[in-house]
């Protein structure tokens, strides 16, 4: 009998030109994600982490981050259960004593077995590592696909002088769902009530709608693929009205004092949002929505500030912890959360992706949805499970 469909073929048929998109609920191969902040991996330990359905296990060897499959090829157990290193760049099976080499994924040794003809012609699968701005990424694909990182992600994020800070968290929906929530123009109408208006005064209509020439696809052949929605060129919404009388107000202090909250955003490969300047001139908010199973994903948001000095450096490290954190990523962002999160049943048997109604300002995500099925290296599927 054959594997059963990721997703439901009934609907592939009826979504068009995004049909790659749909099919991707467990995220596209073959691309670099960030899994974790480099300081939460120090030498010699480990961390089980999962991307894309599979379960990894890192480990630093002498400075570096190595990836293997979390799973031992003899019987398929979970290595992590019971982790025994004995020495430094291997991992042993708990179970019959199968041993792996960190760096290869190779068969090295069975230790109760030491001469079975398996030893050194066998592989555990093994993905290659990436330190940059702080966070471990991971390219989760196959050996011929590798890519440079710099092609994942958002143009300025590896800029010498810019300063990361962040924080993960798992969210309960699927990755697509954090990407067009984070993406859309109209989303804005939840934030209206945030608590990072307490203590800044942010111009903030209740909506917007792009105008011609507001979105634009970046397309070319050796940089990341996104699309790029410039809010200059979108008309605002101050004031909600039902039947003549306002019932919103967006807020509006004089433009002199008060900023613009952001002044555009973009989506990129293989999931990660750009948002300028927030929450303030001078820092971008980038986010990745890295997919771990089909109804959840790493929520991985940071800011980055150009440094020059220490002085510099250490300011935006304290800003960080007391403002942009609590105010920015926790406070602001929460309600971008429970969004994701109380979406995600209507999209659980796919057909929200037909059974949704979107209007005009919707367009700047069907953008994204079709530049993703055009661009996205690889489907995830059932089959790179087994
Ligand atoms: S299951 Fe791992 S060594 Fe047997
Ligand atoms: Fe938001």
């Not at 939460?40 to 060897?61: P, S």
């Not at 800029?159 to 800070?165: F, I, N, R, Y």
């Not at 939840?190 to 917007?208: C, M």
């Not at 750009?274 to 940071?302: A, C, M, N």
Request: glycine share 8%; net charge negative.
């Amino acid at each position: 009998m054959s594997e059963e469909p990721l997703v439901n073929p009934e609907v592939l048929e009826m979504v068009g030109d995004w049909r790659g998109y749909v099919e991707a609920k467990l995220g596209f191969r073959n691309h670099w994600y960030p899994i974790r902040f480099s300081s939460e991996l120090n030498e010699g330990a480990l961390l089980v982490v999962e991307l894309l359905g599979e379960k990894l296990l890192l480990k630093r060897i002498d400075g570096k981050v190595y990836a293997m499959r979390d799973r031992c090829l003899h019987r398929g157990v979970p290595l992590s259960r019971k982790p025994d290193c004995y020495t430094k760049d291997t991992i042993t099976c708990w179970y019959h004593g199968y041993t792996y080499r960190f760096q290869t994924g190779e068969l090295a040794n069975i230790l109760a077995v030491p001469d079975s003809r398996l030893c050194g012609r066998r592989k555990i699968q093994t993905y290659p590592c990436e330190e940059a701005k702080g966070l471990i990424f991971v390219f989760l694909g196959d050996e011929h696909e590798v890519h440079p990182l710099s092609k994942d992600v958002p143009p300025g994020f590896l800029d010498e002088d810019l300063m990361v800070l962040g924080k993960h968290r798992v969210v309960d929906s699927n990755w697509r769902l954090g990407c067009e929530n984070g993406f859309d123009a109209l989303h804005i109408f939840i934030h209206k009530d945030s608590t990072l208006r307490h203590f800044r005064e942010f111009n903030f209509p209740i909506g917007h709608t792009p105008l011609p020439g507001a979105v634009t696809c970046i397309e070319e052949e050796d940089g990341p693929k996104g699309v790029e929605d410039d809010f200059s060129k979108h008309h605002p919404i101050w004031d909600g009205e039902i039947d003549g009388q306002i019932v919103v107000k967006g807020p509006k202090f004089d433009p002199k004092k008060g900023t613009s909250a952001s002044i555009g955003t973009s989506i990129w490969l293989p999931g990660v949002l750009k948002v300028e300047s927030f929450p303030v001139p001078g820092i971008t908010q980038f986010e990745w929505y890295v997919p771990l199973d089909e109804g959840r994903h790493l929520y991985v948001q940071t800011l980055g500030q150009a440094c020059t000095t220490d002085e510099e450096r250490s300011d935006f490290a304290n800003k960080f912890e007391t403002h942009w954190k609590p105010h920015g990523l926790d406070g602001f962002n929460a309600d971008d959360i429970w969004a994701r999160e109380v979406t995600q049943p209507f999209y659980d048997d796919d057909y929200g992706w037909v059974d949704e109604m979107l209007c005009e300002p919707d367009s700047t995500i069907l953008e994204w949805r079709r530049l993703a099925a055009r661009h996205g290296r690889g489907i995830q599927t059932k089959k790179d499970l087994r």
